[in-house]
């Protein structure tokens, strides 16, 4: 099994920065992918950004040049670094892996989600 802890969610107001990380534990034998999705109040949820153990990154559109990802593979910690942010950024953040537990394919795996509210 594989654990997800989130932090660095809050409240904001518009124009300001925070910095979400999130850090994998338990039987881990390899994380392919970690990324961030969201779900604003109301929404359905949706991918904010990803990032593969070779660095290669996808960010959604509506956030691209605000948001950067970022993982350090020794820590199984992948960070969300969100500057410029607006209102419509607020949501419900979830961390998510795709990793192997050993001698197991690779699962999905959610965080327990953190907030981010951004003040107008």
């Known amino acids: 099994q594989v654990q997800l802890v989130e932090s660095g969610g809050g409240l904001v107001q518009a124009g300001g920065s925070l910095r979400l990380s999130c850090t994998a534990s338990g039987s881990i034998f390899r994380i392919d992918v970690m990324g961030w999705y969201r779900q604003p109040p109301g929404k359905q949820r949706e991918l904010v950004a990803t990032?593969?153990?070779?660095?290669?990154?996808n960010v959604a559109d509506s956030v691209k040049g605000r948001f950067t990802i970022s993982r350090d593979n020794a820590k199984n910690t992948v960070y969300l670094q969100m500057n410029s942010l607006k209102p419509e950024d607020t949501a419900v953040y979830y961390c998510?892996?795709?990793?192997?537990?050993?001698?197991?394919?690779?699962?999905?795996?959610w965080g327990q989600g953190t907030q981010v509210t951004v003040s107008s």
């Open positions: 998510n892996v795709l990793a192997r537990t050993y001698g197991a394919s690779p699962q999905p795996y």
């Open positions: 990032v593969t153990g070779g660095d290669r990154s």
